[in-house]
């Protein structure tokens, strides 16, 4: 064997231990990444509504990481903060169902009125301290 072929036998040899140790590591970091909670949280509400009549607003989801679920309902017109409308009741995930909440609201004057559904995650049903953990799109409702 020549010195030029040891030679290139012994780079390959590096080459094939780093390449190894490589998908080595990749395969224990991918391995070590938690698993991401699926969940949904719809919302339903009119495009436009007339000033004085009453509409429906409705959201349901769910969450595979929470305990306890339960959906509420908020609103903001112009640049105010979000207020809660209404919640719905709060359901378990072991019993395999959607979290829900439904409410009616009278659109008091023009312009555009603004919703969004909120997940929240309880550890019990009588949770005094839900965390946020999903937020619906906004839908937009404008009242003519």
């Given at each position: 064997m020549t010195r030029t072929m040891k030679t290139e036998t012994r780079m390959l040899s590096r080459r094939r231990v780093a390449v190894t140790g490589a998908l080595g590591l990749t395969s224990l970091a991918l391995a070590a990444v938690p698993a991401h909670a699926k969940g949904t949280v719809d919302l339903s509400a009119p495009r436009t509504a007339a000033v004085g009549k009453t509409f429906a607003v409705s959201a349901h989801g769910n969450d595979d990481a929470a305990s306890y679920l339960r959906i509420c309902?908020?609103?903001?017109?112009?640049?105010?903060?979000?207020?809660?409308?209404?919640?719905?009741?709060?359901?378990?995930?072991?019993?395999?169902?959607?979290?829900?909440?439904?409410?009616?609201?009278?659109?008091?004057?023009?312009?555009?009125?603004?919703?969004?559904?909120?997940?929240?995650?309880?550890?019990?049903?009588?949770?005094?301290?839900?965390?946020?953990?999903?937020?619906?799109?906004?839908?937009?409702?404008?009242?003519?």
């Open positions: 309902l908020e609103d903001r017109s112009g640049g105010q903060a979000w207020h809660q409308v209404a919640c719905g009741a709060t359901v378990s995930r072991e019993d395999g169902t959607d979290a829900q909440a439904a409410t009616r609201v009278k659109g008091a004057q023009r312009g555009p009125l603004r919703f969004r559904a909120v997940a929240y995650g309880l550890t019990s049903p009588l949770d005094q301290h839900p965390v946020r953990w999903r937020t619906s799109d906004v839908a937009t409702v404008q009242i003519r």
